[in-house]
């Protein structure tokens, strides 16, 4: 049986096959259960923990759903606000903690990619391209506070002495600016782009980077030294966790500023499998148990730059870089390290939030929070924004802590009205028939609840669906008469050698024709199964042929001469 996509929603996850009328096919079954499973699905308010479980994920709320497609950069505001810049029109937005959102700069150029409070309690914007810093007062005076000859401004940070640092591209510039808005190169990072900016324990300006990708620590007085020198294209998303180690996310794929001022026009990636066979859908099963512990998955795996899109670095305070995540599918553009050692990831081009944590590092979908990449990720207290874009919007994540199983089918490969309506639910652990009427394909969703507070919260360890392909006959595709007195032996014999095919017979009869070695003989015309080696048995006469079931049946045989 082949599948189509499994759906993973608060209200559905969904699988399809195909079918129709049994005859005498084997009964199969297809479990979903493993997080690699889950993954292959879309999912949307619900998680898939590190055990490969489906659980609730977390409530979220949105204050902003802007109309410009993009935002790209999160910044906390001294009471409690956020600001949030995006493009493609140069908006930045102060949204407060009842989420009201009002616009306070509108600015000439495209994009705003970098956002900062500084020690004055003014809001500081980079825009690009024609990169300009302004500043924005508690009033909501804007004006230009720093233009260098740079086409970018990428990230603004503050020193303890409340200087300001930018970061710029194309020329790969640092700049250390002034109160007085008066600024000098402050590292020259031998890249394209300095991405991103972030300042350790000592006081020492981290720097990532773009063409190449690398990570550099910079010292108060300029000088730069590479901590790591990646094979992938940009480093982005550098962050510090509480012990000082430091995280990066590396990319491949377009150059940034391309990347990043450009709509993709794409929908995101759907997941296609056509079936082959004709399956009847016989009965489906729900398995509720409770979690699973200590149990781990195996660490991951160096990164292939080639095919990768995306990885995840850590690096300790002493100690050499590694690889703990890494992605075919997803590409990172933030991270955020927790208090309890976990570090959340945020990706395109699905729009899925990933947690990381465990030694080794195990991963865990927190959710998918609807636009096409989350690109910026802001911590305020307990609570998390999430900036996304394709739509742009902020989502705010509360306290974290939706079994029931329905079915439909029909006969297009894409669900449409012809399709039949829900039946169930199907809320028997043990079994229950299906109730939706026979057709091609089939799909089922799960719906997962909240319970009272002194419940339980539900997860969905595994749902197992059992099917009966229709039956197809077998095919003798094709019989082959050797030679008078020429045989096989059995491919794997045991002491004394037997001839395939016959029952017994008498060893000093046997005598080899050939010195092929064992098990490299001769095979059937139509690429059947090795045989062994060729020998000659008086008055034998060998038939090979060979069929097949596309069913997979146990095939029985009777043969006429």
């Known amino acids: 049986m082949t599948r189509r996509p499994t759906w993973l929603v608060a209200a ?16 199969r079954f297809w479990q979903v259960s493993t997080q690699a499973d889950l993954l292959k699905g879309q999912v949307e308010r619900l998680s898939i923990d590190y055990e490969g479980r489906l659980v609730l994920g977390p409530a979220a709320q949105t204050v902003l759903d802007a109309t410009s497609p993009f935002i790209w950069s999160l910044a906390p505001g001294p ?20 989420g009201t959102s009002r616009i306070v700069l509108d600015a000439t150029e495209l994009e705003v990619h970098a956002l900062a409070v500084g020690p004055d309690g003014a809001l500081y914007a980079g825009t690009s391209p024609d990169g300009k810093v302004y500043r924005v007062d508690a009033q909501g005076r804007s004006s230009v506070f720093f233009d260098p000859d740079d086409k970018y401004i990428w990230s603004i940070v503050f020193d303890a002495q409340g200087r300001m640092y930018v970061g710029t591209g194309d020329k790969g510039l640092v700049y250390r600016v002034g109160p007085d808005g008066k600024g000098d190169v402050f590292c020259k990072t031998q890249a394209t782009h300095a991405g991103s900016l972030v300042f350790d324990r000592q006081g020492q300006l981290l720097v990532g980077t773009e063409s190449p990708g690398r990570v550099l620590r910079v010292t108060p007085a300029g000088k730069a030294f590479v901590l790591l020198d990646s094979p992938y294209r940009e480093i982005r998303g550098l962050r510090l966790d509480k012990s000082g180690a430091i995280f990066a996310a590396a990319v491949n794929g377009k150059q940034g500023a391309e990347e990043r001022a450009a709509a993709p026009s794409a929908e995101p990636p759907k997941i296609t499998v056509v079936p082959s066979v004709s399956t009847e859908i016989t009965a489906i099963t729900v398995i509720d148990a409770p979690p699973a512990s200590g149990s781990s998955s195996p660490a991951p795996r160096p990164a292939e730059p080639a095919t990768a899109k995306g990885a995840v670095y850590r690096l300790a305070p002493a100690g050499a870089p590694e690889i703990v995540w890494e992605s075919k599918d997803d590409q990172p553009f933030d991270l955020f390290p927790e208090d309890d050692g976990s570090v959340l990831v945020a990706t395109g081009n699905a729009g899925k939030l990933f947690r990381l944590a465990g030694d080794p590092w195990r991963t865990m979908l927190v959710t998918r929070l609807g636009g096409q990449q989350v690109t910026a990720i802001l911590g305020v207290g307990p609570s998390r924004y999430f900036a996304t874009s394709n739509p742009a919007k902020v989502v705010r994540f509360g306290d974290a802590p939706a079994t029931d199983v329905f079915t439909r089918s029909g006969n297009t490969a894409t669900p449409d ?3 039949s309506e829900w039946s169930g639910p199907y809320a028997q652990a043990d079994g229950d028939a299906v109730k939706s009427p026979a057709a091609r394909y089939l799909q089922w969703k799960a719906l997962l609840k909240r319970l009272p507070a002194d ?49 017994e017979v008498a060893p000093e009869a046997r005598l080899p024709v050939f010195s092929t070695p064992l098990g490299t003989g001769g095979t059937s015309p139509s690429s059947g199964p090795a045989l062994g080696r060729r020998m000659y048995q008086k008055s034998l006469q060998s038939l090979l042929w060979r069929a097949d079931d596309d069913n997979e049946d146990r095939r029985q045989y009777d043969v006429y001469y």
Do not use: C, H, M
């Open 12 to 27: 559905g996850l969904f699988i399809a096959v195909q079918a129709g009328v049994p005859q005498a096919s084997t009964s």
């Open 79 to 98: 009471d409690g606000s956020v600001f949030a810049g995006g493009g493609n029109d140069g908006l930045v937005w102060r949204i407060d903690r009842q």
């Open 417 to 419: 009205d012809t399709w």
């Open 455 to 503: 419940g339980q919260p539900p997860v969905l360890v595994s749902v197992n669906v059992a099917y009966l392909q229709r039956n197809l006959r077998p095919r003798v595709t094709s019989i082959t008469v050797q030679p008078p007195g020429i045989v096989f032996q059995k491919p794997y014999p045991t002491g004394e050698p037997e001839i395939a095919g016959l029952a």
